[in-house]
Each structure stands twice: as C-alpha cells, then as structure tokens.
Antibody, heavy 120, light 106 residues
Framework: QVQLQESGPGLVKPSQTLFLTCSVS??????????WGWIRQHPGTGLEWIGY???????FFYPSLQRRSTISRDTSKNQFSLTLSSVTSADTAVYYC????????????WGQGALVTVSS | DIQMTQSPSTLSASIGDRVTITCRAS??????LAWYQQKPGKAPNLLIS???ILENGAPSRFSGSGSGTEFTLTISSLQPGDFAIYYC?????????FGQGTKLEI
C-alpha cells in the first residue's frame, strides 16, 4: 500500500521560499505512470491543486501558481518536492502531497498534510 | 477554468437520514468527476470516481450519479462517521478544480 508523508518547515517568512518534500513508500515515483502532486487548503476553505510531476519527470502546474512553483524529484530517495517562491500570507495553508491515478485525474492517495504559515 | 459549485454549503441531518449533495460544473465534464470526504484534521479521502464508481473500501451507502454538468452524491442512511466535509473535483480538463465543499453536520 502506497503511503505519502510531507515534511518541511512549518514557518516561512514573507518573500522567502517555501520548500516541502513528500516521501513515498510502498511504490516507486518513477514507474507505473502515476502523477505525484501537491494540493493546498487554505485555513477553513477549499482545495487548490498546485501541480504535479509525472513518473516520466514531466511537470504540470496550476496556471496562476506556475510562475512561482517548481516540482522536482529524487528517485534515489523516492521523494518529490515543492518549491514556492516569493511567498505571502496568502500562501499560508495546509499542503498535501497526493498521488494522481494514471489515466484519470483524481487523487487516490494522500499524505496527512503539512501546515505552512507565512509570517515574519 | 471550470467552476465547480456545490449545494448546499452546509447540510444538517440526523443518523439514519438519506441525504443528497449536488455539484454543478460550469461546463460539461462528461463523467470526469470525483467525490472526496474530509474529516477534521485529516486529508481528503477518495470516495467515488468517474461520477459513480465506488472506491474500494468506501461503504455501499455512498453512491454517485450524474453526467455533463450536474452530479449528486447520496448517502442512503447516515452513520456517525459520515459527518464531514464533502468535495467534488472535476478532472475533465486542466486546471483540475474542486467544489467549495459541503459540510454535513448533525
């Protein structure tokens, strides 16, 4: 059974860069045609897809976040990471990593989530 | 972007009730719709894909229907663990978008 776990700083200063890592166990991020993504949830509100990286290494992003977002992977560690630059308080959210099913766009496995607060 | 609108935003119900949540898309998404359940402090959990396919492990009291622009999630007989927030998500086209959620409360 695939499991995902987010890790990273819980507090980031405005204008700095947010960096989160998702560690995957029970399956390889470089095989099977899956997509490995990031979704965030602002406090008390709904869900916003950020982007993901395919098992091939191709990346896809939500247009409004694309300019500030990077998703990379370390296949030797079976991890993938999110970098979000120039953060503001509007980026305060719970960040989830999740696995997207290969031939359809739903997310079938999620990490537990990591709260990131942007504050000085 | 395709806008997803859920109704109601909050639904009050009792154990044993049959409840229905509606999700409308701003344009046709065929049957490319998923439903998730989220409990406080937890990640969303996939319940239904392709509008009506119940995921392994999801209780059979959950069912989904619809196509095009209008979809429903029905819980046939509410159980205590069903009180949560429910989200729909379209995956017809990028960027994938979620509804704003429906809070199911006692």
């Amino acid at each position: 059974q695939v499991q995902l776990q987010e890790s990273g700083p819980g507090l980031v200063k405005p204008s700095q860069t947010l960096f989160l890592t998702c560690s995957v166990s029970g399956g390889s991020i470089s095989s099977g045609g899956y997509y490995w993504g990031w979704i965030r949830q602002h406090p008390g509100t709904g869900l916003e897809w950020i982007g993901y990286i395919h098992s091939s290494g191709n990346t896809f992003f939500y247009p409004s976040l694309q300019r500030r977002s990077t998703i990379s992977r370390d296949t030797s560690k079976n991890q993938f990471s999110l970098t979000l630059s120039s953060v503001t308080s509007a980026d305060t959210a719970v960040y989830y990593c999740a696995r997207r099913f290969p031939i359809a766009g739903y997310f079938d496995t999620w990490g537990q989530g990591a709260l990131v607060t942007v504050s000085s | 972007d395709i806008q997803m609108t859920q109704s109601p935003s909050t639904l009050s119900a009792s154990i044993g009730d049959r409840v229905t949540i509606t999700c409308r898309a701003s344009q046709s998404i065929n049957s490319w719709l998923a439903w998730y359940q989220q409990k406080p402090g937890k990640a969303p959990n996939l319940l239904i894909s392709k509008a009506s396919i119940l995921e392994n492990g999801a209780p059979s009291r959950f069912s989904g229907s619809g196509s095009g622009t209008e979809f429903t999630l029905t819980i046939s007989s509410l159980q205590p663990g069903d009180f949560a927030i429910y989200y729909c998500q379209q995956y017809k086209s990028y960027p994938y978008t979620f509804g704003q959620g429906t809070k199911l409360e006692i």
